[in-house]
């Protein structure tokens, strides 16, 4: 490497979910040990204390081998906003960059990367009691709802993508004025403040699907099961944010005996494929032309893969 610390390098890894992210960040700190890391993650499903393992947080051996942080931290009950995320990430690359380590940001939320680094909108606090009533429509609603309301904001979103349709209804109807207005009043970014050192993980669609394939019967048989079972039992609010989890309403399904082993399996690879193939979109066609994307599947031996980070 041959930016000094000072120079407040920040690394990116950043791709759909199986990509090979997480292992990546590992075998990045271990290749560079002439400094020390920190892994901060950027992923909205492994930021809630529950579902570890149909959220795919590190693993105990993982988490032995590198600091992570902001995996299973924020409470459940409540959905954690990309504006939440976004402070307590920069606290902590503050506090990596205070002790002369290098953060490395890992995951699939381009929301959440995209606010820390660009900044946010200044829109006022949403009254909970409105945010629950519209998280709760069906979405075919709230998207007419929004059409009527705000029609500029609902021309730019994808008919069944409710988290924006549910996100910008409930900014124009508690401040009167459209999410895209609002979107272009961005402060607080950091990226005029970083170095920062972008890698995206853009591999093979169908080396990727198998591999989400695999990981997701994988996680069916260790785990994944109970930690539902478990969720049932708590029943938290209906509009919490592990019942969208990937991976929860199938094996629901499959506990309450609706649907046979194979086939809550057979769903839960399409919901996790289409998940990925939506972040693959993403991060293809939002993220700056100049950031490197990496087209291959991953290969931890090759060192070349880690130059593209550190130039």
């Known amino acids: 490497m041959t930016n000094p610390i000072n120079d407040k390098i920040v690394a990116l890894i950043a791709g759909p ?3 090979g992210k997480s292992g990546l960040a590992i075998a990045l700190s271990k290749h560079y040990t002439d ?4 892994i901060i993650n950027a992923d909205s499903a492994q930021v809630y204390d529950h579902l570890p393992i149909l959220s795919a947080h590190p693993s105990a051996e993982e988490l032995t081998q590198a600091e992570h942080r902001l995996y299973g931290y924020w409470d459940s009950k409540q959905s954690c906003s990309a504006v939440d995320w976004a402070k307590d ?3 902590e690359i503050n506090r990596a960059h205070d002790a002369d380590k290098i953060p490395i940001l890992v995951g699939g939320t381009g929301l959440y990367i995209r606010t820390l680094l660009d900044g946010i909108a200044p829109i006022p606090n949403i009254d909970p009691e409105l945010r629950r009533s ?3 429509m069906p979405i075919e609603e709230s998207y007419n709802a929004l ?9 730019h979103l994808n008919p069944n993508d409710s ?8 900014v124009i109807k508690s401040t009167g004025q459209s999410i895209t207005i609002w979107r272009q009043q961005k402060e607080g970014g950091i990226a005029d403040t970083i170095t920062l050192q972008p890698l995206i993980l853009l591999p093979p669609r169908d080396w990727l699907y198998e591999r989400c394939n695999r990981r997701f ?7 994944a099961i109970d930690e539902v079972e478990a969720l049932i039992k708590r029943n938290p609010p209906i509009d919490s944010p592990l019942w969208r989890a990937i991976g929860v309403s199938e094996i629901k399904s499959y506990l309450e005996g609706q649907v046979e082993r194979e086939t809550a399996i057979e769903l839960g690879q399409i919901a996790t494929r289409q998940y990925a193939k939506r972040q693959y979109t993403w991060f293809r066609n939002q993220s700056p032309a100049h950031w490197h994307r990496h087209k291959e599947h991953i290969n931890y031996n090759k060192i070349n893969i880690f130059e593209t980070i550190f130039q």
């Not at 059409?147 to 021309?155: K, L, M």
């Not at 988290?163 to 409930?170: K, P």
């Open 35 to 38: 400094r020390q890391y920190c």
């Open 217 to 223: 019967v994988q996680m069916f048989d260790t785990g």
């Open 147 to 155: 059409i009527q309301q705000d029609p500029d904001a609902a021309q």
């Open 89 to 91: 990430a920069k606290d």
């Open 163 to 170: 988290a924006r349709i549910c996100r910008a209804l409930e």
């Open 134 to 136: 519209i998280r709760v």
């Open 17 to 19: 979910t199986a990509s």
